[in-house]
């Protein structure tokens, strides 16, 4: 099946014909003929050959140029016409076969009109030029749709030294008007890329001077260098600035100043017509004959379809614990079936009573049956003993001792599954938590990684700028990942290069040197907005504090957390330290607060180290500057404003105290120039009422370190100089990250 033919095929095809059959080279013009064989062997003939015969006739307005090119058209259709019929003559032998012998047969009639000198070396001038004809030919068709070889370039750079050969014609009163087109199609070469219209701009200009002004090749050539080298600028800039390049290196080569004006406004109009193409047009033409990029594609739905897959498996997993967790509270004890443990009863003491023969079996297994029923409800057996014992039965008291054991049995396998049900409790919350953080991981790894190709371009142009030599970055919505030379690469120009090129603050997180020798790996992230300064000011009632704290930047969020632990001394400050490192950890591995806080009090709450503490978590976003607030069994915290301190109390009981617990939880927007104090009992219980919080209000610095110490001061006076418990105050506020380079 032939491959369906595309417009800008028909486009590019028709352009080809038109420029080569204008192709002149001192009075001959070989090329028309060459190029409508080549093109005939891919395109259809009925749309090249009426270009053709039109073409050979306006270009020199003689009549017997139409009789030979209908010459050339007649035999290229037989051939196209027998490839219909035979498939042998469609193939590339017989194509070139056919073509040499429509050259030949153009080459003797053009000898009967033409002298045959010239006639002669026409003929082996498209004999030459048919060969790279049919390889530019060749690309065309293909849609320009692969990186071309050396062979293919070389044939390309041949072509264009026709087209030159035809703008230099193009002449109107002296003055030479090819210039435009010229402009116009090295200006879209440059954004194709810089190779392509250095080579396309050198072959133009070369075939411009062999037909127009030998000074006119090296001016132009200036002109596509300078499109080249200031392609990163806005197009109306570097179109300017190469015409104004063009002027001066047509001026050094004297060529006359009038000349040099009308060939600028040439190359102005050209340019002007590149600069009105929509910027999508030009960002569709580079990203087609981006080849690069293209090969970078396979890497990069490598890289997605790795994350969808391990996305997926870590979804498949997510769905195993969902199910685990479903089906281990799906089951429950069996309901006890009286009747059979009634008759097991009854087969252990019947058979030794005496009047064993004389009992009612149907009345007895009833009696006894009711017996077990009354034992597993937990009810006092002789309390409820059935009438049947107590008037017909010859060994009541035999049976009251063994429903007394079955009681007993009960009660301690009623134990046992308590034990199983909070073990199963226990279990379940894990598996529902981790549950819920593989979903969520597996939800963001499934998602496909969006590149920017337009991004990549520009940090690779601006690192080159900065001194650091780049040679591929990859740029995501999760951060950006450079491959630089390692003897230039410096964390500071790489922060600031990618940070001026995406108009957001990043940061560089690693900089790796790789197997490759001599390169290095740069990762970098997205600068929050904000950034955190934190103090903590304590002391322990006997030295060592029950009192615990962290300070911890995860991701982009900071967590800030103080817990009093019960008592003083050693013990509460290793279980308030345990309680705090677990809620780090917990955090860390990307639970929910609630998931934290169950954790953490099913730990407090072990028999083997049963224990409580207060407890003030606060985690904040450092993009947006909310902070969720939650307060477990722990007295007021504040957040110090300019003019005001705003009180934030909840009532709830300390972490560890009871299986269900109930933490007061709340939302708070933290702004640059407020602050956020938490304090233990022990410096809250030396202040009355309103007190700490006025005094808070008076202190005029916003500094964390100065207001800890201050509070810390004030509580330790109030309670005489010396510490009734122990006693401990941190605090933290945010500020702009962009305007201050202190990280946390």
């Known amino acids: 099946m032939r491959k369906k033919i595309r417009p800008v095929e028909l486009l590019s095809a028709a352009v080809l014909l038109i420029v080569c059959c204008g192709g002149n080279v001192y009075g001959l013009a070989p090329f028309g003929a060459a190029m409508f064989c080549a093109l005939s062997g891919v395109f259809f003939i009925g749309f090249v050959a009426p270009i053709y015969l039109l073409c050979a006739f306006l270009f020199t307005f003689e009549v017997w140029r139409l009789y030979v090119s209908g010459a050339v058209v007649l035999i290229m259709a037989v051939r196209w016409f027998l490839g219909l019929k035979a498939p042998r003559c469609d193939r590339d032998v017989a194509k070139m076969l056919f073509s040499l012998a429509a050259i030949a047969t153009h080459t003797v009639l053009s000898s009967v009109f033409d002298s045959l000198t010239d006639a002669v070396i026409t003929g082996f001038i498209a004999t030459v030029f048919y060969f790279f004809a049919v390889r530019t030919a060749a690309y065309v068709r293909a849609s320009f749709s692969y990186r071309p070889n050396a062979v293919d370039a070389t044939c390309i750079c041949v072509t264009m030294i026709v087209a030159g050969l035809a703008f230099g014609r193009a002449q109107v009163d002296g003055f030479l008007v090819g210039l435009a087109p010229a402009m116009l199609l090295i200006c879209v070469l440059g954004a194709v890329g810089a190779e392509a219209a250095m080579l396309g701009g050198a072959s133009a200009a070369l075939g411009m001077g062999l037909n127009a002004d030998v000074a006119l090749a090296p001016a132009f050539i200036a002109c596509a260098m300078t499109l080249v080298a200031f392609g990163r600028l806005a197009r109306p800039v570097y179109v300017s600035t190469a015409i104004g390049v063009y002027a001066a290196v047509a001026v050094l080569f004297f060529t006359e100043p009038v000349s040099v004006g009308w060939n600028s406004l040439m190359l102005a109009i050209g340019g002007a017509l590149f600069c009105m193409l929509p910027r999508r047009a030009v960002r569709a033409v580079k990203a087609y004959f981006d080849f690069d990029g293209s090969a970078r ?21 997510a769905s195993v614990f969902d199910e685990t967790a479903r089906l281990m509270n799906a089951f429950s004890a069996p309901e006890p079936d009286y009747n059979a443990a009634g008759e097991a ?4 003491l019947c058979p030794y009573c005496p009047a064993y023969n004389k009992c009612d079996r149907a009345a007895a297994l009833g009696a006894f049956s009711m017996l077990a029923q009354t034992a597993h409800s937990g009810k006092a057996v002789i309390a409820e003993l059935p009438d049947f014992f107590t008037q017909s039965c010859a060994r009541t008291a035999d049976v009251i001792a063994q429903a007394s054991a079955i009681a007993d049995g009960v009660k301690e396998r009623a134990r046992e599954r308590e034990s199983e049900d909070k073990a199963k409790t226990i279990v379940t919350e894990r598996l529902t938590a981790i549950k819920d953080v593989l979903e969520e991981l597996g939800k ?3 998602l496909p990684v969006g590149f920017d190709g337009i991004a990549e371009e520009r940090i690779i142009s601006e690192l080159g700028l900065n001194g650091v030599e780049c040679a591929e970055v990859f740029c995501t919505r999760e951060g950006v990942t450079a491959v630089v030379r390692t ?3 410096s964390r500071e120009k790489i922060r600031k290069a990618v940070s001026a090129c995406l108009k957001r603050e990043y940061e560089v997180t690693a900089l790796d040197k790789t197997q490759a020798a001599g390169w290095s790996v740069a990762t970098l992230k997205r600068r929050p907005a904000y950034e955190a300064v934190y103090a903590r000011a304590g002391l322990g009632k006997n030295g060592i504090s029950g009192d615990s704290y962290t300070f911890e930047r995860i991701g982009d969020k900071f967590l800030a957390a103080l ?3 019960m008592g003083s001394g050693v013990r509460a400050s290793e279980s308030s330290g345990a309680a705090v490192e677990l809620i780090s950890c917990f955090y860390r591995a990307g639970f929910d607060s609630q998931s934290v806080l169950a954790g953490v009090n099913r730990f407090l709450k072990l028999p083997a180290a049963e224990n409580y503490s207060a407890a003030d978590v606060v985690v904040c976003d450092l993009d947006n500057a909310s902070a969720d607030i939650i307060k477990i ?4 915290c504040y957040i110090k404003t300019t003019d005001t301190v705003l009180k934030i109390e909840g009532s709830s009981l300390p972490i560890g105290v009871l299986d269900e617990m109930r933490p007061f939880v709340t939302s708070k927007r933290l702004y640059p120039n407020q602050m956020m104090i938490l304090v233990t009992d022990g410096v809250s219980d030396c202040f009355s009422g309103d007190e700490l919080p006025e005094f808070i209000n008076g202190l005029s610095a916003f500094n964390p ?5 201050a509070i810390l001061t004030r509580a330790l006076a109030l309670s005489g100089g010396t510490p009734k418990d122990d006693m401990t105050a941190i605090a933290f506020r945010l500020f702009d990250a962009p305007k201050k380079k202190k990280r946390v």
Do not use: C, F, W
């Open 444 to 446: 963001s790894q499934a």
């Open 563 to 565: 817990l009093d632990g």
């Open 297 to 317: 594609l396979a890497v990069r739905h490598y890289i997605n379809r790795t994350k969808a897959d391990a996305g997926n498996r870590m979804l498949a997993v």
């Open 705 to 709: 370190e100065k207001t800890v110490n």
């Open 345 to 348: 009863v009854m087969d252990r």
């Open 487 to 489: 003897l230039s690469a």
């Open 633 to 636: 069994g722990s007295p007021p």
